[in-house]
Nanobody, 124 residues
Framework: VQLQASGGGLVQAGGSLRLSCSAS????????MGWFRQAPGKEREFVAG????????RYEDSVKGRFTISRDNAKNTVYLQMDSLKPEDTAVYYC??????????????????WGQGTQVTVSS
């Protein structure tokens, strides 16, 4: 399985970005997708996740109401719409795949495959 993340960049505070992550290879019949981020000197943290059906989503508290995760299973792609960005959102963002179906977990160890990361920088 390979995950390819894209869409990062430099944006001013209050702006928006949309990240995409495409999965290829033997992903299995159903899988959870998640987004994590890692800022310099900090541990990787959960941002958002979505079940196979899209019916279950989960967000880290600081992004609730600002970020929206969605997916298009026909394209094997997951999206993270990020609005009202803040400087503290600056990090490398990683997409990840959990083969365990419909439970959206926030623990990095639950995810089986990881993308290469895309840099998001929010200037004040």
């Amino acid at each position: 399985v390979q995950l390819q993340a894209s869409g990062g960049g430099l944006v001013q505070a209050g702006g928006s970005l949309r990240l995409s992550c495409s999965a290829s290879g033997r992903t299995g019949s159903s899988y959870v997708m998640g987004w994590f981020r890692q800022a310099p000197g900090k541990e990787r943290e959960f941002v958002a996740g979505i079940s196979w059906s899209g019916g279950r989503t989960r967000y880290e508290d600081s992004v609730k109401g600002r970020f929206t995760i969605s997916r298009d299973n026909a394209k094997n792609t997951v999206y993270l719409q990020m609005d009202s960005l803040k400087p503290e959102d600056t990090a490398v963002y990683y997409c990840a795949l959990d083969r365990e179906g419909n439970v959206v977990r926030a623990w990095t160890g639950s995810y089986d495959y990881w993308g290469q990361g895309t840099q998001v920088t929010v200037s004040s």
